[in-house]
């Protein structure tokens, strides 16, 4: 009896022998059937360094070796290491044209692996861990609802080492989320050597031209440009979303106009200032022209009043019931004040 495992690792000689296969053209159409079983099948419970991905990414036909390959130890690391008898004892890699196309790859094996992780993220966030992990991780869900792939670092760093495969992931991204949450940038203060994580992220992102969309807390301050090195300084010129837990779909709404390129994040210090000049003028000007409109309205009807008081005081014939109607519309208001409260007497 030939179960799944046993299956995925047939070769035609077993099926000649073994399973008294005798027909040539029938081994051949169970090869090829086999072979699309295994380019087809999913190998993510058993792959977790994404070996398929890999073989597949360099050429489909290459998926064929991954369950023997995986079966024999190998992931996505120990590639390089391999030569080209391993690859023929070991991955039962026969073909000679299989074997020149992985070891190739080789070469550039970076490149295809930045490749691959391009197609799997969109975002990048990143943060401090003691203080934006909550904030980081609400804003990888509500992007996700969304339709985007987020990547975030969920594993723990430890002192003095940095995972290389976050600016990998970094490259791959399109978009560069950095979350500022209190004291997040205090472990940045002279750190020339590029020792501190965030400072890498930033930095990989800022030399693969990536759209860093800063996300401040309520209670984030930038520090001075002087404490922070000057490799990333200019983050503190960038546009960004300042985060309101009360109002987060709004938030969310402007982290996408940024993403989708609609606002700018880095506007120029002249056109900051041109801005403001701007509005605080048009701010002033329409001040000026409501308070003189206020007052020409205001002379207007006095006017009027003192005008149309004077042709009454001047006219000594019967008025009209209109005339009187229209005359009482401009008469000053006048109350007795003498009166008790509630009992106020209005005269025309």
């Known amino acids: 009896m030939v179960d799944g495992d046993l299956l995925l690792l047939l070769t035609e000689k077993e099926l000649e022998q073994d399973l008294q296969m005798s027909s040539a053209l029938l081994r051949k159409r169970f090869i090829r059937e086999l072979e699309s079983l295994k ?42 290491s391999l030569t080209d008898e391993m690859m023929k004892t070991v991955c039962g890699m026969h073909n000679p044209i299989h074997r020149l196309k992985l070891r190739q790859a080789f070469k550039h094996i970076d490149d295809i692996e930045v490749a691959i ?54 490259q791959a991204a399109k978009h560069f989320i950095l979350v500022l949450t209190p004291n997040s940038l205090d472990r940045l203060f002279n750190d020339h050597n590029c020792e501190d994580w965030i400072h890498k992220e930033l930095r990989c992102a800022f030399d693969y031209h990536k759209n860093v969309i800063p996300i401040f807390d309520q209670h984030f301050d930038f520090p001075a440009d002087t404490d922070l090195p000057a490799d990333i300084r200019h983050i503190t010129r960038y546009n960004g979303v300042r985060w309101v837990h009360d109002y987060q779909e709004a938030c969310m709404d402007k982290v996408e106009r940024f993403i989708k390129g609609e606002l700018n994040r880095t506007p120029s210090i002249g056109q900051q200032q041109t801005s403001v000049t701007s509005s605080a003028s048009s701010g002033a000007q329409q001040r000026k022209v409501s308070a003189r409109w206020s007052i020409a309205k ?46 106020y007497r209005v005269y025309y």
């Open 117 to 170: 992780l391009s197609k799997q993220i969109d975002v990048f966030i990143s943060y401090r861990r003691s203080t934006g992990n909550q904030l980081a991780s609400l804003i990888k869900v509500l992007l996700q609802l969304r339709g985007y792939k987020v990547f975030i670092d969920v594993d723990k760093l430890y002192a003095g080492k940095f995972d290389s495969s976050l600016l990998k992931n970094i």
């Open 298 to 343: 205001t002379t207007q009807k006095c006017s009027v009043t003192r005008q149309q008081h004077s042709e009454m005081s001047n006219n000594h014939f019967t008025s009209t019931a209109s005339e009187k109607q229209r005359n009482k519309q401009y008469q000053p208001l006048v109350i007795d004040v003498n009166l008790p409260p509630n009992s």
């Open 39 to 80: 380019i087809a099948a999913d190998y993510g419970s058993v792959d977790e360094s994404q070996l398929d991905q890999f073989l597949m990414s360099l050429s489909p036909e290459l998926s064929v070796y991954t369950y023997q390959m995986l079966g024999m130890g190998l992931n996505r690391s120990l590639l390089p």
